[in-house]
């Protein structure tokens, strides 16, 4: 028995290490090249965003905002994701969340996340979006039909709040491991791409599967799909709209991690996906 308790207690030691490593990884993680902190006051609290804005690109740039999930970094999302290599022709936007109640993983609001409701935290992530937004377009061409938003589990949610609130404002979203709230009713439809986990511990791939079924609902879509693309671990279905706004799904065994590929499919995707010239 002494025995075995000295083994039980031997892992929880090292799985409580292998956590600490993992948290101490997230804050010591620097920005990758290319990208600088700025900083904005919004309703008079401090944010900040990594921002990548890229070099000899000429005409309107496209914008990219990267959400990071509950608990993680912007310097960790802008660099582990890939993204500045993969797509060198877009301003890219990694911003740093701020405490925030999950009720799945963080009840007490002790890690930094987004707003989970169009209208809590009184609306400071949005608010936060139209900022940085405003500010970018007072310093560079940006190109209002090439503007996107994705992100990962928590911020994956949250780029769905934000078709919810800003629909005129976006071209297209990504979602790696997030879902669209059950009460989520967006007002027009957008183009979509969904990276799921089918074994994922945490957004139910169930859950997931909901989030398909309406946004097949608001964007017209077909139900049958067609294969449109293998990348990484992932596989691609697309269906297609009526209205201009097709669903990818891309779809892995895994679990809630950002999948391998995700990054190169989201890039293709909105480079496809612009908003339509009026």
Partial sequence: MHRFLLLCLSLVC???????GKIRELLAAKA???????TWTVDGVKRTALVRVPAAVSGPLAVVFGWHGHGGRSTHSA????YGEIDTASILVFPQ?????SPLVDKEGRMPGWQTSVTSEGGRDIKLFDTILADLKKQHAVDDRR????GHSNGAAFSYLLWQARPEVLAAIGSVAGSLRGDGKPPSSLPVIHVAGENDPLVKFTWQQATFAAVKRFN?????????AKEGVLEATIYASSKGAPLVTAIHGGGHEYAKGSTE???RFFKENPKPAK
């Fill in 220 to 228: 017209g879509c077909a139900d049958e799909g067609k294969a449109w």
């Fill in 32 to 38: 990758p090249e290319g990208f600088v902190e700025k």
């Fill in 265 to 267: 499919l989201i890039v």
């Fill in 14 to 20: 090292a799985a409580s290490l292998s956590a600490q």
């Fill in 147 to 150: 503007i996107y938003s994705m």
């Fill in 97 to 101: 969340g701020l405490p925030t109640v």
């Fill in 79 to 82: 660099g582990r994701w890939g």
